[in-house]
């Protein structure tokens, strides 16, 4: 290790586990007693777009299963490296609304902060995986810029830190942005969007809630989680947490071919989510992004899915179906 010792005793723990995801395929498959023929193609589509799983959430994948529906969220495939048509690097075309990079202002009311372009996890259906994120975060110098932005519009009241991961910045860089969007007169919201309380719940430590209980603006945060199974202990502990810091819970969903794609899944997923304390928001029929094809489930199934959930759940567990379509002024809702 080159690490000194110093700085290596200066990280939070979830900075450590950050730190040691596993990125090598031949790594995951040996943790998970895969057989190697799985490797060479998981390679070449690493090449693409690289592996990253964090222990936390390596432990909830079962060993021995390549169809585990954790596993396939992570797993580079070969299909990922076949073109597809309609299937394009920017399906949402982000590269053309942003006022200053960094800073998505799609929608009314809201602006979107991409704060790092760095993950926990490498989702391979992730419609930002060809984004150009060195060059369009608004860390560093893009930071003034964005946060003036913000100041000069009156008509954003709600600020969403997004990515990437913006729970993958540390404390202080997190509590000084937040101190800062505060202090703008007409903003009273603060949303971050995270899969980092799922997939590495040790994030939300008592470093993290010191600075966000006390904010003096409302906050959400919209979790992502796909599967029941992704929810475990310590997933619950650290929403419990949250919610009594004053955040209030949502959950986005991806519908996920091999993955969720059935209602008996998205049920569990929902009466799970409730069970710590969070409500359902957006189930997303997958953007079309080049090299998640496999992913992809028609719109006739999610509404079918859909209606199935409304059957069988009261109407605060169903999440809303949604697709993003360039131009629209919101999410598109389907049925
Ligand atoms: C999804 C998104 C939002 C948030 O939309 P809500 O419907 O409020 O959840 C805001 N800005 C951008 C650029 C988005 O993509
Ligand atoms: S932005 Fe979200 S969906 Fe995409 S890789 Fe990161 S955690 Fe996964």
């Not at 000194?4 to 040996?30: E, H, M, T, V």
């Not at 790092?116 to 259906?125: D, K, L, P, S």
């Not at 998205?266 to 799970?272: K, N, P, T, V």
């Not at 969070?278 to 090299?291: F, K, M």
Request: charged share 15%; with cysteine; aromatic share 4%.
């Amino acid at each position: 290790m080159s690490i000194p010792a110093a700085a290596a005793s200066a990280q939070a723990p979830w900075q450590r586990l950050l730190a040691q995801a596993i990125c090598d395929p031949a790594q995951l498959l040996r943790a998970l007693s895969l057989p190697d023929h799985l490797l060479p193609a998981a390679r070449r589509a690493a090449a693409l777009f690289p592996l990253r799983v964090p222990a936390p959430y390596l432990a909830r994948i079962a060993a021995g299963d390549a169809a585990d529906p954790l596993l396939r969220q992570v797993l580079p495939l070969d299909v990922e490296c076949e073109p597809q048509p309609g299937f394009s690097a920017d399906p949402l075309a982000e590269a053309a609304t942003q006022p200053v990079p960094g800073l998505l202002k799609k929608y009314h009311g809201r602006a979107l902060l991409i704060a790092t372009g760095a993950c926990a996890i490498h989702c391979r259906y992730c419609f930002r995986r060809h984004f150009p994120y060195a060059d369009a975060h608004a860390g560093g110098s893009r930071l003034e810029p964005a946060l003036a932005a913000i100041a000069a519009d009156a008509s954003i009241g709600e600020v969403i830190l997004s990515g990437g991961d913006p729970l993958t910045l540390g404390d202080l860089r997190l509590a000084a942005l937040a101190q800062r969007l505060a202090a703008i007169p007409h903003i009273h919201t603060l949303r971050i969007h995270s899969r980092l309380p799922v997939v590495l719940p040790q994030r939300v430590d008592a470093a993290l809630l010191r600075w966000l209980a006390p904010l003096s603006l409302r906050k959400v945060l919209v979790l992502h989680t796909n599967h029941p199974a992704e929810i475990d202990a310590d997933v619950a502990a650290a929403l419990a947490g949250l919610t009594h810091s004053g955040v209030t819970l949502l959950n986005q969903a991806v519908l996920l071919r091999g993955v969720n794609d059935n209602a008996d899944t998205l049920i569990a997923l929902s009466e799970r989510l409730h069970g710590i304390g969070v409500l359902p928001y957006y189930l997303h029929l997958l953007d079309r992004v080049q090299g998640a094809a496999h992913f992809d489930v028609p719109q006739a199934s999610g509404e079918a899915l859909i209606n199935a959930m409304r059957a069988r759940l009261p109407g605060y567990l169903v999440p809303r179906l949604v697709r993003e379509i360039p131009g629209a002024s919101g999410k598109t809702l389907i049925a």
